[in-house]
């Protein structure tokens, strides 16, 4: 069974520029979660999809937003990069949503987005 | 709120040595408790978790984890260490409620020595 898939896996852009990020979850699965991943604030949670629709979302500014299509597949978007943005972005998939204990999560390798 | 707490950022031992990594969480509510491993350039692996049945949590890799209510703690153990646990080690709490929300520790480096 293929495992988590994340495109791109390293992006650079520019500082005020927006960046799209993919993930495409194990087949089954219907949960997609976010994290962004840095050296001075560890993993962060960004926010979880389940079945189209957001149903957790973290401290982040609006600028952070995702989206689940019928497929599971998700994206997620940053718009107006800042320098801080820069960091791994994980993605997670899970059978379903509703306890963290019940359902196993599985780590995409991540993005490595840089912002110049 | 939840939280994680990992002390030091880096831990080294010898192949064949006790590893023991450290977390204390902090929760107002009963906790979920994880350990995910990552190696370079790899995404999170989970380890093991607690989820209120056996205190003694066994893992993937030899790994074993405690859970202690009284000392709101989970630490990560492995009797001997083999040259492959070199990684980075992430322990995590989330609860009920929460969904798929993992709240996660700065994460501790372990290097190890032939």
């Known amino acids: 069974k293929a495992g988590v898939t994340q495109t791109p896996r390293y992006l650079i852009k520019t500082r005020g520029q927006q960046v799209t990020l993919s993930c495409s979850p194990i087949s089954g699965h219907r949960s997609v979660s976010w994290y962004q991943q840095t050296p001075g604030q560890g993993l962060q949670f960004l926010f979880e999809y389940f079945s189209e629709t957001q149903r957790n979302k973290g401290n982040f500014p609006g600028r952070f937003s995702g989206r689940q299509f019928s497929n599971s597949r998700s994206e997620m978007n940053v718009s107006t990069l800042e320098l801080g943005d820069s960091a791994l972005y994980l993605c997670a998939s899970s059978l379903g949503t509703g306890s963290a204990s019940y359902y196993e999560q599985y780590f995409g390798p991540g993005t490595r987005l840089t912002v110049t | ?114």
Not at chain 2, 20 to 29: A, D, I, M, Q
Not at chain 2, 45 to 64: D, H, P, R
Request: glycine fraction near 8%.
């Open chain 2, 1 to 114: 709120a939840q939280s994680v707490t990992q002390l030091g950022s880096h831990v080294s031992v010898s192949e064949g040595a006790l590893v023991l990594l450290r977390c204390n969480y902090s929760s107002s509510v009963p906790p979920y408790l994880f350990w995910y491993v990552q190696y370079p350039n790899q995404g999170l692996q989970l380890l093991l978790k607690y989820t209120s049945a056996a205190t003694l949590v066994k893992g993937i890799n030899g790994f074993e984890a405690e859970f202690k209510k009284s000392e709101t703690s989970f630490h990560l153990t492995k009797p001997s260490a083999h040259m492959s646990d070199a990684a980075e080690y992430f322990c995590a709490v989330s609860f009920i409620g929460a969904n798929s929300k993992l709240t996660f520790g700065k994460g501790i480096t372990l290097s190890v020595r032939p």
